[in-house]
């Protein structure tokens, strides 16, 4: 009885020995920082192996022209699998560096939760669970302060055939870029809206910009991207009170174009096509 009884005893450590060399599943919820953006340098990977693949499982009420400081957008996060049923993710939104950028909120606190203080959102136990293998989260962002720039929600996603381990599981990332509404933060009125105008909207090559007043000699105009980046700016004189720009070579999309006189500086959106 005894050989026996120590045979058995052998036999459990060899199995719990063996069984804990599998990586945990981290049902719960996996540790910050696995959402495989350039800061965090890291995903679900490196507890499930195999290569992350890139897919589109992230979405939100975010504007095309950009999120305004300070204001709560939805984001819904979208996971699909042909057989599995069991799904995890982590979000958190960063700028290149991994910089937090803005606030993560839970809106349904009984599948998803925070980690990190407000700077990554992720599945809970119950909220792993898919219906018609699928899964849909949902939470909220609250934008940061104005002049952080562009930022992106970074998520590392999960598709787990539920075996209790590691073995057969697919791993992806997904990336929505949101860039900051440049308007925001102007100081406008009435009167100096219609300081100058510019046609035509849209533009497709040449833009006409007319000065209205003739107070300044000298004006300087820029036209930026929406995620701030400076495609075009130059100084000219305002003696005419107009000005003609070649925008021919600009990509087709949404930019702000900024009229610097003396100590005022008035944006407004142009649509390139």
């Known amino acids: 009885m005894k ?19 599998f990586t945990p599943t981290f049902e719960s ?3 910050a920082g696995v959402t495989g953006s350039p800061g965090d340098g890291s995903s679900c990977t490196a507890c499930h192996g195999g290569s992350a693949v890139n897919d589109n499982f992230i979405t939100s009420d ?4 950009g999120y305004i400081p300070g204001a709560t957008y939805n984001v819904t996060a979208t996971i699909s699998h042909a057989s599995f049923n069991k799904f995890g993710f982590q979000i958190s939104p960063q700028n290149a560096t991994g910089v937090q950028k803005g606030t993560l909120v839970v809106t349904d606190p009984t599948r998803t939760q925070l980690t990190g ?3 990554y959102i992720m599945h809970k136990a119950v909220g792993t669970a898919g219906t018609a293998n699928s899964n849909t989260w949902t939470f909220q962002w609250v934008a940061p302060a104005v002049g952080s720039g562009s930022l992106s929600l970074y998520g590392g996603f999960l598709k787990a055939n539920g075996n209790s381990n590691s073995g057969g ?5 997904s990336k929505l ?5 440049l308007s925001i933060g102007l100081t406008e009125n009435n009167a100096s809206v219609n300081e100058w105008t510019m046609y035509p909207l849209p533009c497709v090559d040449e833009l006409n910009i007319t000065l209205t007043s ?9 036209i930026r991207s929406l995620e701030g980046k400076i495609v075009m700016e130059n100084a000219y004189f305002n003696n005419e009170g107009a000005v003609k720009l070649n925008v021919a070579e600009l990509p087709t999309g949404v930019y702000m174009v900024t009229v610097f006189e003396e100590n005022r500086a008035i944006s407004k959106k142009l649509v390139k096509v």
């Open 117 to 119: 203080g407000t700077k």
């Open 62 to 65: 975010i504007p095309v022209t």
């Open 214 to 222: 003739n107070q300044t000699q000298k004006v300087r105009i820029m």
């Open 169 to 173: 599981d697919a791993v992806f990332v």
């Open 3 to 21: 050989i026996r009884s120590l045979t058995l005893t052998i036999f459990l450590l060899v199995i719990i020995l063996a069984t804990s060399q």
């Open 177 to 181: 870029q949101v860039f900051e509404d």
């Open 29 to 31: 919820g996996p540790p």
